[in-house]
């Protein structure tokens, strides 16, 4: 692959080294800060105009490269799959949903992950927050799969105060694990304190001899909607409690993203980090969260749920555009190759990705490099009305594609209401009401994000042309693996507390 950031420098450097040390890596491979948000919605932060106030991720971002043009997938195992393994959900099984808590399945094991291969570039790695790649065995824990130290929960999500997850909505067990150990004395400790200390603690032990990728993998905002009253407080004009507790947490980690990169400045790391900051899917109107003016919410293939929230940032010795709004189209998936090629790293032992670099597009604004993007392929969704064009891509399977300004939506995608923050009381919801008779749309997002426009009907010869890319891709997908749930997993049987089980 392409040389990286400080390819050239990096290169002249190693061999000054070289000629004088033993063992010298590259001092000029910049820190890699990836900040992921959990069920953080289009419309939740400051720059996107919301009321909640998120004024350093503002900042960070307007001194940085904000993405305008953005996907993840709709829900958080599939983003997370595709942030570690470069590849889409289509190729790794996991097309259907997330892993559930009690499922034998995991991010696969036949390809590294980033943390693997920014470890193997000589990185320290280390993940704060919430994994959810699966667990059911020790190979496919954190530890195991390229970082070398973790601090977190297993699970999807889990009391902010008590880290418990409920087992089958009845008694709930602890996840929180240290280094696979499980982590008891924190009962009270709000996770979102918990792991910017975890991640304060972490930069202030690193040693500046490797370069660091912290994984930072808050469950912030994601519900339970449990937040310290002061973050709370500010927002009392909002009536609606979910949204009010929501906003707080909110607050909270955009607090927590100011402390951490304030800790990176303290300790003289802050100029040679890059910084990127994320959601996993879009905001769940029913804790709090919001996508408005975009249609539909986490888990649909509709815009609210996968056009996300997405920055680039980094200190002064990180060659990046500033202050820039940038319109090429960007997928999770690209964080894998794009991330090696800034850390000097390489492709080696991978199975084929379907990121693409887009480092040179974003820090330097050279053309963006994709003109395409599946956003996903459903088999398992329930079929929807009847089979619209013959020989070709099965309109009655939950799909959306992206084909430049175009959108394909195939299918049920999920409800597709246009709802507003509760706090924007003059603005009327706009229920779904046509799409549970439809299977098929066609949109131009550039113009039309909030998907208003469906040119399906006008446009048959391009309808088929992207059924017949879909089809072509479909036929490369891996069956959709799903299995039931395991009652072993019961962390009754295992000392209460979740974890490995086989
Ligand atoms: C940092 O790592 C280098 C290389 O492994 C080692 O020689 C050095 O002692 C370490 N420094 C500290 C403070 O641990
Ligand atoms: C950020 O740091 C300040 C100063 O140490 C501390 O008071 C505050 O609680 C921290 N906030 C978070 C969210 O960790
Ligand atoms: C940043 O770049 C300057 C000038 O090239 C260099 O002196 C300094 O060591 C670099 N700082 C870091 C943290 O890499
Ligand atoms: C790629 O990996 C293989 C097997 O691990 C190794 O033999 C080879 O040297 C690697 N190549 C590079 C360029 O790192
Ligand atoms: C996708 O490919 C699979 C396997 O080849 C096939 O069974 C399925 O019918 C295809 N789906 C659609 C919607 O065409
Ligand atoms: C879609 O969601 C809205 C808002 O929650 C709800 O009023 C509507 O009934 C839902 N439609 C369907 C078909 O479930
Ligand atoms: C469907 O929704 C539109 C827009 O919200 C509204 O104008 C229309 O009256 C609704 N139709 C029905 C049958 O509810
Ligand atoms: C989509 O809409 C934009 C904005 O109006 C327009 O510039 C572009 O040409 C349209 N794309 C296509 C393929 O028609």
């Not at 977190?152 to 089958?168: P, Q, S």
């Not at 175009?406 to 923050?421: A, E, F, Q, V």
């Not at 098929?440 to 017949?468: A, C, M, Q, Y």
């Not at 749930?485 to 009754?492: M, R």
Request: proline share 7%; hydrophobic share 30%; net charge positive.
């Amino acid at each position: 692959m392409a040389s990286g950031l400080h390819g050239p420098r990096c290169a002249a450097l190693l061999v000054l080294i070289l000629a004088t040390f033993h063992h010298a890596d590259c001092a000029a491979k910049p820190n890699i800060v990836f900040i992921l948000a959990d069920d953080l919605g289009f419309h939740d932060v400051g720059y996107h105009g919301s009321r909640i106030k998120t004024p350093h991720l503002d900042q960070l971002s307007e001194n940085g490269v904000r993405l305008e043009n953005y996907y993840v997938q709709p829900m958080c195992s599939p983003t997370r799959c595709q942030l570690m393994s470069g590849r889409y959900q289509i190729h790794n099984g996991i097309q259907h949903s997330l892993f559930g808590d009690s499922q034998r399945t995991g991010l696969p094991l036949d390809s590294p992950t980033l943390a693997d291969k920014l470890r193997e570039s000589g990185y320290s790695t280390h993940l704060v927050g919430k994994w959810h790649l699966g667990f059911y065995k020790k190979e496919y824990m954190p530890n195991s799969r390229g970082f070398d130290s973790s601090f977190g929960f297993l699970t999807g999500h889990e009391g902010h105060y008590d880290h418990k997850r409920d087992y089958e909505h009845k008694a709930k067990y602890l996840d929180l694990r240290d280094n696979g150990r499980p982590a008891t004395g924190q009962d009270g400790h709000h996770s979102t304190y918990m792991y910017t200390q975890r991640a304060v603690d972490l930069i202030h032990t690193h040693n500046k001899s490797k370069p660091l990728f912290l994984y930072m993998a808050y469950q912030a905002p994601h519900n339970p909607l449990e937040v310290p009253h002061s973050f709370e407080k500010p927002y009392k004009d909002i009536k609606n409690k979910d949204r009010r507790r929501y906003a707080g947490l909110v607050s909270m980690l955009d607090q927590s993203v100011a402390n951490i990169t304030q800790t990176l400045k303290d300790s003289g790391l802050w100029d040679n980090t890059l910084l990127v900051f994320s959601t996993d899917n879009g905001g769940t109107i029913y804790y709090g969260g919001n996508n408005y003016p975009l249609r539909g919410w986490k888990f649909s293939l509709w815009e609210g749920g996968i056009r996300g929230i997405g920055f680039v940032s980094g200190g002064d010795n990180i060659t990046l555009q500033r202050n820039v709004v940038h319109r090429g189209l960007v997928h999770v998936s690209d964080w894998f190759p794009t991330l090696l090629s800034v850390a000097g790293g390489n492709l080696n032992g991978t199975k084929p990705l379907d990121g693409v670099n887009q480092w040179r597009s974003i820090s330097l604004a050279a053309p963006p490099p994709r003109k395409w993007l599946l956003h996903n392929i459903d088999p398992l969704t329930k079929k929807k009305g009847k089979k619209l064009f013959p020989h070709t891509f099965d309109t009655r399977v939950r799909a959306a594609i992206r084909f430049g300004d175009y959108k394909l939506i195939t299918g049920d995608p999920g409800n597709g209401s246009w709802i507003p923050p509760p706090e924007m009381n003059s603005v009327r919801a706009e229920v779904d009401n046509e799409s549970s008779k439809k299977n098929l749309w066609l949109f131009n997002v550039t113009n039309d994000p909030e998907e208003k426009h469906d040119l399906s009907s006008k446009r048959p010869g391009l309808v088929k042309d992207i059924l017949d890319l879909l089809a072509q891709v479909n036929s490369t997908a891996v069956p959709a693996y799903f299995p039931p749930k395991d009652p072993e997993a019961n962390p009754k049987l295992h000392g209460g507390v979740w974890g490995p089980w086989v």
